[in-house]
Nanobody
Framework: QVQLVESGGDLVQAGGSLRLSCAAS????????MGWYRQAPGKQRELVAT???????SYADSVKGRFTISRDNAKNTVYLQMNSLKPEDAAVYYC??????????????WGKGTLVTVSS
């Protein structure tokens, strides 16, 4: 059994910063990519940022220069540093990862989400 648990969501004023964390636990052999998605009310879930096991990152255009994704492979944890937050960044942020279990089965896993609210 593999679990992803996000934390760090909060209410913040526009222009402020937050740091989200997502820890993977369970029957893990290795983790390939990890990423963050978000979903605002009435909108589709969208990709925010991803990071490979080797540290290669990619970002949605809307967050480039403001958000930074990083990971600690020893802790099976991915982070999202969010700076210069805008009201349009408000959403539920979900962690996603491709994980190989000890039986070498690969699966795509999601966390339950953490809420980010940005006041104008």
């Amino acid at each position: 059994q593999v679990q992803l648990v996000e934390s760090g969501g909060d209410l913040v004023q526009a222009g402020g910063s937050l740091r989200l964390s997502c820890a993977a636990s369970g029957n893990i052999f290795s983790i390939n990519f990890m990423g963050w998605y978000r979903q605002a009310p009435g909108k589709q879930r969208e990709l925010v940022a991803t990071i490979t096991s080797g540290g290669i990152t990619s970002y949605a255009d809307s967050v480039k220069g403001r958000f930074t994704i990083s990971r600690d492979n020893a802790k099976n944890t991915v982070y999202l540093q969010m700076n210069s937050l805008k009201p349009e960044d408000a959403a539920v942020y979900y962690c996603n990862a491709e994980i190989y279990t000890s039986t070498r089965n690969a699966g795509n896993y999601w966390g339950k989400g953490t809420l980010v609210t940005v006041s104008s």
